[in-house]
């Protein structure tokens, strides 16, 4: 009787208390975890850290530190963490919990590879006449510009392209982005400068629409020459029906032109222009008059 009171004594004084504690602790035991939001991993871009860390009891856990791999770390929860160079880099996040003055602990690493920026090379192809360089040229002609490494996305502005090459005739800004296999992208800007004709000059002359609707909504209200501010020399325009009368003649042609006949609208159909000056190779062709 006296062994049995021994024992129970033992169990609610002291072992009763230990098993307790023993329950308490691992049900405040911290798991790390954590996870990224990026797709892809690429130099130059921001990688976004997500905290999964819980108490073995399913509590959150924002106590925590983190470390980058190249020397950076942080406490904040969900940090947005920038990788200049590309490589492999072991990112280790560390939870705490503290409960009743002691300090638990767990931590987790993971690697992770920040791939290489896609390099964009552009090659030049033609340019217009008097060619000063690669991107500065004369007006008159074209110039393709061509992205030499293989990728499966291109996309270029302004215009909207999406092969490896452009082809170009006028002054201004061109970006060039592509996407490589791993999902990272790169940008390169390239600016040309076609310069006006001057005298001495040859080049076409280049007509920006054969078609003429003249309703005043501001399109192709009127037979329209490319660039018309940079010619220095009168143009002489001579627009015929398909008879062979002329129908419009200037020896000074100001864009506007509106498809009229002595001030009357001419019917709906084809005709066709003869256009020559000075400084440019004459050229013909045909614009069509819809209603």
């Not at 009891?57 to 020397?71: C, M, P, Q």
């Not at 992770?112 to 340019?127: D, K, M, Q, R, V």
């Not at 502005?157 to 982005?177: C, F, H, L, Q, R």
């Not at 006006?196 to 005043?216: F, H, K, M, Q, Y």
Request: glycine share 8%; hydrophobic share 35%; with cysteine.
């Amino acid at each position: 009787m006296r062994n049995i009171i021994i024992h129970i004594w033992l169990f609610i004084f002291v072992l009763a208390p230990l098993a307790g504690k023993a329950e308490l602790k691992a049900d405040s035991d911290p798991i790390a975890a954590f996870s990224l939001i990026n797709s892809a991993l690429c130099e130059g871009d921001s990688v976004f850290f997500l905290n999964e860390s819980k108490t073995v009891g399913g509590a959150n856990l924002n106590t925590i530190l983190w470390y980058f791999g190249d020397g950076s770390e942080t406490r904040v929860e969900n940090p947005i963490h920038k990788y200049t160079a590309p490589g492999s880099y072991t990112v280790s996040l560390v939870a705490y919990n503290i409960v009743g003055g002691i300090v638990y602990k767990d931590s987790i690493s993971q690697i992770i590879t920040i791939n290489t920026a896609p390099p964009i090379t552009f090659s030049y192809l033609g340019g217009g006449t008097n060619i000063t360089s690669d991107t500065t040229f004369t007006q008159g002609g074209n110039l393709t510009i061509t992205i030499s490494e293989n990728y499966p996305i291109y996309l270029w502005a302004p215009d909207g392209e999406t092969t490896n090459s452009i082809t170009v005739n006028k002054t201004g800004t061109y970006t060039a982005m592509v996407i490589d296999a791993n999902g990272c992208s790169s940008k390169k800007i390239q600016n040309i400068k076609v310069l006006p004709l001057t005298e001495g000059d040859s080049a076409n002359i280049i007509i920006s629409n054969n078609v003429l609707t003249p309703n005043n909504d501001g399109v192709n209200d009127y037979f329209s020459i490319e660039d018309f501010e940079t010619y220095s020399s009168p143009i002489d325009l001579s627009i015929y029906n398909i008879w062979g009368d002329i129908v419009y003649q200037t020896a000074d042609y100001q864009n506007d032109w509106d498809g009229t006949y002595n001030g009357k609208p001419l019917d709906s159909g084809t005709y066709y222009y003869v256009i020559s000056s000075e400084n440019r190779k004459g050229t013909m062709g045909y614009i069509d008059i819809l209603k």
